[in-house]
Structures are given as structure tokens and as C-alpha cells.
């Protein structure tokens, strides 16, 4: 089993920035890869961005320039640096881990890009 604990959601304004982490806690040794997905009112879930194990990035079109995935090994934590933050990019912010036998998500936390 593994646990993910998401932090750094908030209100930004637009254009600014936010940083999102996530924690993996359990049989972390099991983790292929992390990720970011988000979830805006009324939509369905979609990726934002993932690093596997070798450090291989991939982004969705939408945040490419913007964004910043990272992960931190020997603290088990991937990191999502977000600048020039559109209203577009509402939405709750979910944390994700693939393993062999299944994916493991977050609680969640809220991203709000408002003046």
C-alpha cells in the first residue's frame, strides 16, 4: 500500500505562481512512476504531468513552459511548480502513484487562480 499527502493548494492570482508537493509514505519501493492530474468543476480528471523512476518528464500540452514537475527520491516527494497561472487552471490538484498492480491518488488539494 501506498499513502500520498498533497499540500500547497491555494488562492493565486493570475499570472502568478504555486507550488504543489506530495508525500508517498508506505511500500514506496513499489512506485514505477508519479504524477499530477487535476479535476475542474464539472470535468473529468486529466494529466498535468509525471516523472518515472529515471527522472523521464512528460507534460500535457496545456501547461508545457508553465509548469515543472520534480521529484525528490530520499524524500519520496514529487513537487509541481506552477507559474503564470491562468483561471483556466482552477481545479482540485491530484497526486498519483503508478505500481506494477495498481495507481495510488492523493486527497487532493484545491487550486483557485483568481483576482
Known amino acids: 500500500q501506498v499513502q500520498l499527502v498533497e499540500s500547497g493548494g491555494g488562492l493565486v492570482q493570475p499570472g502568478g505562481s504555486l507550488g504543489l508537493s506530495c508525500a508517498a509514505t508506505?511500500?514506496?519501493?513499489?512506485?514505477?512512476?508519479m504524477g499530477w492530474y487535476r479535476q475542474a468543476p464539472g470535468k473529468e480528471r486529466e494529466l498535468v504531468a509525471t516523472?518515472?523512476?529515471?527522472?523521464?518528464?512528460n507534460y500535457a500540452d496545456f501547461v508545457k513552459g508553465r509548469f515543472t514537475i520534480s521529484r525528490d527520491y530520499a524524500k519520496n516527494t514529487v513537487y509541481l511548480q506552477m507559474s503564470r497561472l491562468e483561471p483556466e487552471d482552477t481545479a482540485v490538484y491530484f497526486c498519483?502513484?503508478?505500481?506494477?498492480?495498481?495507481?495510488?491518488w492523493g486527497q487532493g488539494t484545491q487550486v483557485t487562480v483568481s483576482s
Open positions: 498519483n502513484a503508478e505500481t506494477f498492480s495498481r495507481i495510488y
Open positions: 508506505g511500500t514506496i519501493f513499489s512506485i514505477n512512476a
Open positions: 516523472v518515472s523512476n529515471s527522472g523521464s518528464t
